[in-house]
């Protein structure tokens, strides 16, 4: 088995085409064509179907992608080793640890570890679990809920979600029980059952539900629409701290409830034990 087949494999399923995967690694579309036919012939299997002029992964090659993505970095890692490059390490961080945390990481991490070099991704917990288990990623730092058992997780922060509205808001009630929250306006973050947190699946579950006035994606501009008085957004406490320290923003407390929530370093239980991984491990424990 030659690694540059399962080099030609993976550029094919990140660049979406054969002539794109051939730019990526510097050779012709044919060569690219030639190396899958050969890697099919190796399996005895067919690794993509083309539909149109889209290719697909089949079940057998989403299968090898799985075990390719780890032999090449396993691979990467031996070279870099072996000709005395410095060390690459992928980390991955959810958005809010992105915006709020991640940077002062980064900071502590690049000054004891100067041979390193990190390269950084910021997605959605539910997208930087997959990296993590497709070997895209070494490790990660994330407040979402992650469902496989086959990556650690270990707690080093407590954060919560709370409920914010512009300082200057008219409110016309008391807003005393989660209930009340009925009674205002929802700037909502995110669409789609699969992207609610834990909060707005606990107001579901309750039987609460505010109306929504405005939708948006970034949190930037959620925290704007507060402050601006279109009504209340649910957000880390992380990311209210200053909205409510320059007095922009104010918490809604319940006397019914709280969602307090855990932000964690993940990695696949395999990684700790690479002696990199346990020197970062230890650096951003301490």
Not at 97 to 109: F, R, S
Not at 164 to 173: F, K, L, W
Not at 187 to 211: T, V, Y
Request: aromatic letters at 8%; one cysteine or more; glycine letters at 4%.
């Amino acid at each position: 088995m030659n690694i540059k087949l399962l080099e030609a494999f993976l550029a094919v399923i990140d660049n979406k085409t054969m002539s794109a995967a051939a730019e990526r690694l510097f050779t012709t579309q044919p060569n690219i064509s030639l190396m899958i036919k050969d890697l099919e012939n190796y399996y005895s299997t067919r690794l993509f179907n083309r539909v149109s002029r889209n290719l697909y992964l089949t079940p057998d090659g989403i299968k090898l992608e799985k075990y390719a993505r780890k032999v090449v970095a396993n691979f990467k890692e031996m070279n870099e080793a072996m000709f005395n490059q410095n060390k690459i390490i992928r980390i991955g961080s959810s958005v809010t640890v992105g915006q709020y945390l991640l940077n002062g990481y980064l900071k502590k991490l690049k000054a004891s570890m100067q041979n390193i070099n990190f390269e950084v991704v910021v997605n959605n917990t539910e997208e930087i679990e997959r990296l993590i288990l497709d070997n895209r990623l070494d490790i990660a730092i994330v407040e979402g809920k992650i469902n496989s058992k086959s990556i650690t997780e270990v707690e080093i922060l407590i954060d919560e979600l709370i409920a914010v509205i512009g300082y200057d808001y008219p409110i016309n009630i008391n807003i005393e029980k989660l209930s009340d929250l009925e009674q205002l306006p929802w700037i909502s973050r995110e669409d789609g059952s699969h992207n609610r947190n834990q909060f707005e699946i606990d107001m579901i579950e309750r039987k609460i539900h505010p109306k929504v006035v405005f939708k948006a994606t970034n949190l930037e501009t959620v925290i704007q629409a507060v402050e601006s008085n279109y009504g209340f957004a649910i957000i880390s406490k992380l990311a209210a701290k200053e909205g409510i320290q320059k007095q922009s923003l104010k918490r809604l407390n319940f006397a019914d409830y709280s969602c307090p929530r855990s932000i964690r370093y993940i990695y696949y239980k395999s990684q700790y034990e690479d002696p990199i991984i346990s020197q970062i491990l230890d650096c951003i424990n301490n």
